[in-house]
C-alpha cells in the first residue's frame, strides 16, 4: 500500500500552544453557526444613571449651601478681626503717646507764664 492512498492523521496541537478561537460556534453537525448574544435590557442602567445623577445633584446643592454659609460667616470673622485689630492699634497708639508725655520733663510753657 502507497504512503499517498492512506487518509492523513490528524495532527494534534502541543499542550502548551495557544488556539485561536473563532467567533462561531461549531454544532454537532459540523456546521459553523454564528453565535447569538443574549439580548440585554439597558433600561435597568438608564435607570441607575438617573438616580445617580438626582443624587449627585442633591449632594452638590448640600455642598453649595454650606460652602456660601462658610463664606458669609468667614466675612463676618474677618470683619469682627479686623474690628478688634483696628481698636487695639488705636489702644496701642493712645499708650504709647501717654508714656511719650510721661518721660518729657513737666515744664510750664512761655504761653501761660505771665
Known amino acids: 500500500m502507497d504512503t499517498l ?5 490528524p495532527t494534534r496541537p502541543e499542550p502548551n500552544a495557544k488556539i485561536n478561537k473563532p467567533s462561531k460556534i461549531h454544532n ?4 459553523w453557526i454564528q ?6 435590557s439597558y433600561i435597568p442602567a438608564v435607570v441607575l444613571l438617573a ?5 449627585l445633584a442633591l449632594v452638590l446643592l448640600k ?5 456660601r454659609r462658610l463664606v458669609v ?3 463676618h470673622v474677618n470683619a469682627e478681626v479686623g474690628r478688634s485689630t483696628g481698636f487695639l ?3 496701642m497708639a493712645a499708650l504709647r503717646i501717654a508714656v511719650r508725655d510721661r518721660r518729657r520733663p513737666r515744664t510750664i510753657e ?5
Open 5 to 9: 492512498d492512506k487518509p492523513a492523521e
Open 110 to 114: 512761655k504761653s501761660t507764664e505771665a
Open 89 to 91: 492699634k488705636a489702644r
Open 63 to 67: 455642598v453649595a449651601g454650606a460652602a
Open 51 to 55: 438616580v445617580g445623577l438626582v443624587v
Open 73 to 75: 460667616t468667614r466675612g
Open 35 to 40: 453565535a447569538k448574544l443574549p439580548a440585554v
Open 28 to 31: 454537532k453537525t459540523n456546521r
